[in-house]
Structure formats: C-alpha cells, structure tokens
C-alpha cells in the first residue's frame, strides 16, 4: 500500500459507501456539548459529554476504591451515575457527588459481581453463552444464544441460579454467537474477509493497523483487494484468550496511514486517541460489509464463549453486525477509538448482540500507539487539554478513520444497505461468500462460510465477526 496507491482505495471506497451512508441520521458536532455546571459538593449532577464521564468514572473509580461498584451514562440527562456501596463511610457518597456524579447506593459490589463472573467461567463454559457486568441492574447480564439448549440450558440455568437472588440475569438470543470477519475497510487473507480497525504505529515506529485477533491467526499475509499481492504481515495475534486482536505491520515502510475512519460518502471521521468504553455510551461501527451503524454499550469486561474457545476482556453492545466486519471500527462521535470488531450474535436486519475489543488493550499488549508520536488516552485521560492524540494519524490504513468531518454524514440508527459481499469467516476451511452483503454466514467456524446474498443463519454457534 504505496503512497501513490491511498487516493485510487479513497475514491474507490467513497464511491462504495454513498448507499450506506445515505440512511444514516447526522452526529451533531454539538449534541452532547459539555456543560460543566457547578463545582460544590450541593449542586446537582454535572452535565457532561460521553468523553468526560468516562473520564470521571475512572476517577471516582480509583478515589471511592472497594466502595465503587460501576457507572454508567445516562444520555438523556447527560450524568454519569457512579454505583456505590457505602457501608459505614458515607463520605464516599459525598466525594462522588462533589466530583459531579449521580450516586446510586446498590447492593452488590463489584468484587462480588467478578466473583460471580469467575464462578460461571467454572460452571458455565458453554460455546454459545456470554456474561459482562451490567452496571444499570447492578448484576450480571448472562447471555444464551439459540444453541444452547436442553442439557447445556439446564446447566447455564442452574449456575445462574447458584449465584443466588439478584446477583444475575439470564437471557436467550434469537442468533448465534459467531465471529464476523468484515468491517471498515475491507482487508483479505487466507480466503478470509476481515476489516481493518485503526492506523497505529508499531514499537519500532513502522505504520500498522489492529484488527481481530481471529483475523490474525487466519492467516498471515493481508491484501487490501481479494487475490492482491499482500500489503501487510501480522506481527502479534491473540485469539482465544485474554482479547481478540491483531497487530499487523505495513510490508512498505513509506506507507501513509492516516488517523481516520472512513464512513462512506468520501466522509471520513478524525481519530483523535484510545479511549475506555462506558456502559451506556452510544457509540458508531463501520465495517465493510454493513457500513455505518450505531448502538450503546451495554456491558464491559465480558465473556464470550465462541466454538473456537473463550475470549474475556470483551465490550458488550447492541450494534449489529455481519460477517466481513470482523476487526472493524468502534469508536464515538467525538474521534475517540473504542473497540475491534470481534463477534456476537444476529445481523443487521433483526439485530442482536456484538462484542468488541477495547482498543485500549489492544495498544498496550501490542506495545503500539495511534498516529505519529502516539497519544492513546486510557482510562480517564482522554481530552482534559492536553491535546493528547489531536492531529494524531492514527486510523484504520485503509482510510478508516474517525473524524474532524462530524456531522458530515454518521446517522445514529440510520439502516445501511451494505455493500460488497460478506467474506469469508478466518477460519479452517471456510470459504469467501460473494453478493450483496446480507448473508449472515457461520463466521470463523471451522468449516464455516460467511456467505452473502440471502437470509441465512449461521448454525455454528458462538463466531467471531468476520
């Protein structure tokens, strides 16, 4: 991916996404513009961007210590509501309001929610199931998809039960839980269709992008056109295990990797750095096959049960996905850099749930950083004026970016037609689907196909997103 190369893959993709753009409703620059309000310990709850309460939430999160039990943002009033158990001291309620959170007393902690979390990993590895905290019911949301019956519901069932009353929640999903290899930027490997996630600069300084792990170890060499000569070489994967990423060097040294998220339409989106996701923050995903859709986070540190093992440390949301769009953006309307398209369950069409890498992870296992100099903001250092990750190249090689051009077209919950065909899942065996995008195909399974064209499910359970 050559210098002279980047404008022909611009137009080419820009005339690709007119149509899945064109249903998008517009990101206002301005709609979650921060409104600090007071700063005594009696005002009321701050009104703050999405950004900034992830911000606060870690924070009060170091602050409060064992007295923290999550947080969330409410996006109709703009707050971050802090979770606390107070026991004796109720001064952990007044230094959470004093820093301008709601504060909500619960019952369970968050020690006793990753206890419950660590207990179903021992009962209830099950291909086909998922769990994450969900900070809005102060339990554990447990997640069966359309495979796990009989025998395996029973026991799902009855480790769920074992926790006891009002530690978790267990619910049934029409789809199955699949890896979906597409997404941004279309990237090809191995007879595999995945989707390049961000520009990043490797530990020695050479561009990079990150992808899905599962992308990763499909296969070694990465076109950025089917049966084109390889442009990139992975460096690092890790898939199953602890996350679903990939770190995938530049064969070209010279190659310009801007910090930018292409959404069709020859729009792109400014990435600006890394952030941490927030339970209840909206949040957009481009992937090749779907383009741009948008949804909320519903869970953090979430496990996944694919067929092709467990994977933790996962963000839960409800935007939808199909095959091809593995490795994808996350990312907000403000130009941070969320997560990495993995997998989950449904299409784009009936929905359904979708995990993600949090690219904050990513970087730090990776040892890489976004755009030129770095400025990956983690955990409660994202903006706070010190410019860090502004101007910053680091966006998905292949134009796949987020950005300084908001409000030129991302629609939160506008239906895409998906382009292109819905690739093949990277697994063994499985083959590169062809047609208009809406196959919801078996995703990385062994022997799996994420084919495109028609209505079909996949029946391979638990599969990453590609």
């Known amino acids: 991916m050559s210098h002279k190369r980047i404008p022909k893959r611009k137009a080419a993709i820009a005339a690709g996404g007119v149509a899945a753009l064109g249903a998008a409703a517009i990101l206002l620059p301005n709609a979650n513009a921060s409104q600090d309000g007071a700063s005594d310990a009696s005002a009321a709850p701050r009104t703050l961007k999405s950004t900034d309460a992830s911000d606060l939430a870690a924070q009060l999160s170091n602050l409060l210590g064992d007295a923290f039990a999550g947080s969330y943002y409410d996006a109709g009033k703009q707050q971050l509501v802090v979770n606390v158990v107070p026991g004796d001291d109720n001064n952990v309620i007044i230094q959470a309001k004093k820093a301008g959170a709601a504060v909500r007393e619960v019952d369970n902690s968050l020690a006793e929610l990753k206890a419950g979390a660590q207990t179903l990993k021992r009962k209830a590895?099950?291909?086909g199931t998922a769990w994450a905290v969900d900070p809005r019911t102060d339990k554990i949301l447990v997640t069966a998809d359309s495979t796990v019956t009989g025998a395996k519901w029973n026991r799902l069932e009855s480790a769920v039960r074992g926790l006891g009353s009002g530690m978790a929640t267990l619910k049934k999903s029409a789809g199955t839980f699949k890896t979906f290899v597409s997404g941004g930027d279309a990237i090809f490997g191995g007879g595999a269709r995945c989707s390049l996630g961000f520009n990043v600069n490797a530990s020695d300084g050479s561009p990079a992008f990150l992808t899905a792990g599962h992308c990763?170890?499909?296969?070694?060499?990465?076109?950025?056109?089917?049966?084109?000569?390889?442009?990139a070489t992975v460096d690092q994967a890790v898939f199953p295990g602890n996350g679903d990423f990939a770190l995938v060097k530049y064969d070209d040294p010279n190659t310009q990797a801007p910090s930018e998220v292409n959404v069709g339409g020859g729009q792109t989106v400014q990435i600006a750095q890394a952030a941490d996701a927030t339970?209840?923050?909206?949040?957009?995903?481009?992937?090749?096959?779907?383009?741009?859709?948008?949804?909320?986070?519903?869970?953090?540190?979430?496990?996944?049960?694919?067929?092709?093992?467990?994977?933790?440390g996962l963000i839960q949301t409800d935007v939808c996905a199909e095959p091809g769009d593995s490795g994808g953006s996350l990312f907000t309307q403000d130009g941070l850099a969320v997560g990495l398209t993995s997998g989950g369950s449904g299409d784009c069409t009936s929905g359904g749930e979708t995990f993600f890498q949090p690219v904050t992870t990513a970087l730090q296992a990776t040892g890489a950083t976004l755009g030129a100099g770095g400025g990956q903001a983690g955990g409660g250092q994202a903006g706070g004026g010190q410019e860090q990750g502004a101007g910053q190249e680091q966006g998905a090689g292949q134009e796949q970016g987020a950005g300084q051009d908001q409000g030129a077209?991302?629609?939160?919950?506008?239906?895409?037609?998906?382009?292109?065909?819905?690739?093949?899942g990277a697994g063994a065996g499985d083959q590169a689907g062809a047609g208009d995008g809406s196959d919801t195909g078996d995703g990385m399974g062994a022997g799996g196909h994420a084919g495109a064209g028609g209505a079909e499910e996949g029946n391979s359970g638990l599969t990453e997103t590609h």
């Open 409 to 424: 077209g991302l629609e939160p919950g506008g239906e895409q037609a998906g382009g292109g065909d819905a690739g093949a």
């Open 125 to 127: 590895t099950i291909p």
């Open 216 to 231: 990763g170890v499909a296969a070694q060499q990465w076109s950025d056109s089917q049966n084109g000569q390889p442009i």
């Open 279 to 312: 339970v209840g923050q909206q949040v957009f995903r481009m992937g090749s096959t779907t383009g741009l859709h948008d949804g909320q986070v519903l869970g953090l540190d979430a496990t996944v049960n694919y067929p092709e093992g467990t994977v933790t």
